[in-house]
T-cell receptor, first 112, second 115 residues
């Protein structure tokens, strides 16, 4: 899977929007961009994924750059429960059975 | 909805002991996998299975065995535990393997300490 680059940590205030960036300059044309998050002492949970167009769901929005070399996960109104490690992952075309490659992710800190 | 269930939640072993970490899913998923997570690190794939009777190695398979006799269960066996296997273990499943837009469902993890 192609490599992604994320900041080690970010801090935000409760009830404010959060923009988590991810760079993936070596992305191929058919790689999907996945985001997972891991709350303290829990397994990772799926957040959102996309290919080219921006995506919205009940948890977050995913904004994908036109050249697809970067993306941003947007939490529209952060709560204390959103404090977690957020992973940006590329999944190559064809799926493959070798799972997802998790980097160290971004540790999101939410201040009350 | 149970989803992916892992047992036990915590385990302490002595070096050389054997044990099996259990993983079960009730979503009729074809694909199941095991990851380990060391402190401050991302997850690394140990073994995976694309269906009953089929298993394969991931990034860090040494010291671990798996089998997949049913769709629901995917146990991970440590034959002779070593301190280097102290970690948190996560089981994950997904419906199919052939699409790169499939999402993984994770269990809550097993924290293993080998003394």
């Amino acid at each position: 899977d192609a490599k992604t680059t994320q900041p080690n940590s970010m801090e935000s205030n409760e009830e404010e929007p959060v923009h988590l960036p991810c760079n993936h300059s070596t992305i191929s044309g058919t790689d999907y961009i996945h985001w997972y998050r891991q709350l303290p002492s829990q397994g990772p949970e799926y957040v959102i994924h996309g290919l080219t167009s921006n995506v919205n769901n009940r948890m977050a929005s995913l904004a994908i750059a036109e050249d697809r070399k970067s993306s941003t996960l947007i939490l529209h109104r952060a709560t204390l429960r959103d404090a977690a490690v957020y992973y940006c992952i590329l999944k190559e075309s064809g799926g493959g059975a070798d799972g997802l490659t998790f980097g160290k992710g971004t540790h999101l800190i939410i201040q009350p | 909805n149970a989803g992916v269930t892992q047992t036990p939640k915590f385990q302490v072993l002595k070096t050389g002991q054997s044990m099996t970490l259990q993983c079960a899913q009730d979503m009729n998923h074809e694909y199941m996998s095991w990851y380990r997570q060391d402190p401050g690190m991302g997850l690394r794939l140990i073994h995976y299975s694309v269906g009953a009777g089929i298993t394969d190695q991931g990034e860090v398979p040494n010291g671990y065995n798996v089998s997949r006799s049913t769709t629901e269960d995917f146990p991970l066996r440590l034959l002779s535990a070593a301190p280097s296997q102290t970690s948190v273990y996560f089981c994950a499943s997904s419906q199919v393997t052939t699409r790169n837009n499939e999402k993984l469902f994770f269990g809550s993890g097993t924290q293993l300490s080998v003394l």
